[in-house]
């Protein structure tokens, strides 16, 4: 798969308690509705009265005795599961008895799964890798399902899975626990659903929602626990890899993100990178992650509201600050991202509303970086162009500086609506006495390449006063700073609210520190 690297901000370059119950087993609709409103409602006062979904502390349970016309699967034989899917006809159910079952001690050995297979663990029931097999459940067939089964100690290699290893479509994964596995717990195909599932300490990701040939459409991720992911410390060991998250989706075409808990992973919480559309996430509680709790970065078209975010972004946060970097790292931290209505989708903006945001390093960055366009050298998405641009040998000069290329080169952050959202800050709480508590919309002044139209502040420009970029209705408490244009250049709330900036209009701002 593609690697790519975050970026981050440097002069000239780069960069309570939660969850509804799972509902039912709604797929994302195939037909888009036309894009409507979202009801902005009143901004939160107080941190949203839900459920945790403590389904690792408390997995939901299996059946206890076979289902009629199951296929038994004994762990007491080595490679019982994978040898009985392999003499069975597709859409047969198994039931995993209690206990550890082990797959032959080869590194590739897996379950090799058939169409519309159902694999069901009784309490207790683990598929245990031993450090020895590198996949759990493989191959290209669809809709199959697993069910309240612990997978566990499978060694998959950087970037790969250990569940649905080939990214095959229409899987569901449920009830299940997926833990301490390294690479990634689970891959991704369309129509995939994960709900009340645990994924945790996995070495890379809890979930790497990729596939081969950039198809995942109507992803469902409900419900779920998604912590201590990352255990492997993937940005230490390869710095600027842009290859941890508890989740990160790749070029994912809907997306519903609802309900779960994402907390405690070393790094950012929920990271949609390079080309995603039609997001929406709702209903969740992204808490204590070290990095960000969300980042949108060069995708379109989302829906992020009604979530708990809090204390997030401290670990990275206070490392940047110490090394005196000035860049506003955010919680909710959107990257070259925005609303494009030439990309279908169930809305046409980045709607950003009724969340609460408490005791963050810092709140909601809209960035853009200057240089990162089609075929320059600062696009780290490699090989890959906007969703505007099929052919991407054609942002060159001189076309790429006139229309329409000019404009659909670049991925823009533009049309992101954030209102009706609470914002609160006690500085005691999180620890810091610089760089902390910032909202941002900025950019770098563009270099390069040489030929690149976008040199200059013609991006900065665009991103702060003409992509339609809007905060109006929000609550702040706190010590709130703000940060317009560039880098270094600080606003207070009566500066941010008038001209040339105008934002935040409607909202109030209560400026002690605390809630």
């Keep these: 798969m593609v690697i790519k690297r975050r970026q981050r901000w440097v002069p000239a370059a780069p960069l309570m308690l939660l969850l509804l119950a799972a509902t039912g087993c709604e797929s994302a609709p195939v037909a888009r509705p036309a894009p409507t409103a979202v009801p902005s409602g009143s901004v939160p006062t107080a941190l949203p009265s839900v459920t945790v979904a403590r389904v690792c502390a408390e997995p939901p349970t299996g059946p206890a ?3 009629a016309g199951a296929v038994t699967v004994d762990p007491a034989v080595v490679g019982d599961l994978a040898a009985k899917t392999e003499s069975s006809p597709p859409r047969t159910t198994f039931w995993l008895r209690p206990g550890r079952h082990r797959l032959e001690p080869d590194a590739y050995a897996q379950v090799m799964a058939k169409e519309g297979n159902r694999y069901l663990g009784a309490p207790g ?27 566990r100690g499978f060694v998959a290699p950087h970037d790969e899975g250990v569940v649905n290893h080939d990214m095959a479509d229409g899987w569901v994964i449920e009830g299940a626990r997926i833990e301490a596995n390294s690479g990634a717990g689970l891959m991704a195909g369309a129509r995939q659903q994960v709900r009340a599932s ?10 790497n929602a990729y596939k081969t040939g950039d198809s995942i459409t109507g992803l469902v991720v409900e419900g779920n626990e998604i912590t201590g992911n990352n255990t492997d410390d993937w940005e230490r060991r390869q710095p600027g890899c842009g290859c941890t998250a508890g ?8 997306a519903d993100i609802r309900g779960n808990w994402v907390h405690d992973n070393r790094g950012a919480g929920l990271w949609a990178d390079t080309n995603n559309n039609d997001f929406r996430i709702e209903g969740n509680v992204l808490e204590s992650n070290d ?4 980042i949108y970065e060069t995708s379109y078209n989302a829906v992020v509201r009604n979530n708990m975010i809090r204390r997030n972004t401290w670990v990275e946060g206070r490392a940047y600050a110490a090394g005196g ?4 790292y955010a919680t909710v931290y959107v990257s070259e991202s925005g609303g494009e209505p030439r990309v279908p989708a169930r809305t046409d903006k980045i709607e950003i509303s009724g969340n609460v945001l408490e005791d963050n390093w810092s709140g909601i960055t809209l960035w853009e970086n200057a240089d990162r366009f089609c075929n320059s050298e600062a696009n780290t998405s490699t090989g890959y162009c906007t969703l505007l641009v099929k052919d991407t040998a054609r942002c060159a000069p001189p076309a790429i500086a006139g229309a329409p290329l000019y404009a659909d080169c670049r991925w823009k952050t533009q049309r992101v609506d954030i209102h009706g959202n609470r914002f609160v800050l006690d500085k005691s709480v999180v620890d810091c ?3 902390c508590g910032r909202m941002a919309v900025l950019a770098n002044s563009g270099t390069s390449p040489d030929w690149s139209p976008y040199r200059g502040e013609r991006v900065a420009e665009a991103i702060t006063r003409g992509q339609h970029n809007r905060w109006h209705d929000n609550a702040y408490v706190g010590p709130w700073t703000f940060v317009a244009h560039a880098p270094g250049r600080s606003l207070g709330f009566g500066q941010w609210r008038g001209a040339p900036y105008r934002q935040d209009a409607g909202s109030t701002f209560l400026t002690r520190d605390g809630g």
């Design 125 to 151: 029931a683990v598929l245990d890798g031993r450090k020895v097999n590198q996949y759990a459940f493989g191959g290209t067939a669809e809709d199959v399902t697993i069910r309240h089964l612990t997978v």
């Design 325 to 328: 970097d000035d860049f506003p």
């Design 65 to 67: 005795k076979a289902p």
């Design 247 to 254: 989740i990160k989706f790749w070029a994912v075409d809907g």
């Design 433 to 435: 006495t610089a760089g």
């Design 198 to 207: 645990c994924l945790r300490d996995n070495g890379q990701y809890g979930m």
């Design 291 to 294: 990095g960000a709790a969300l």
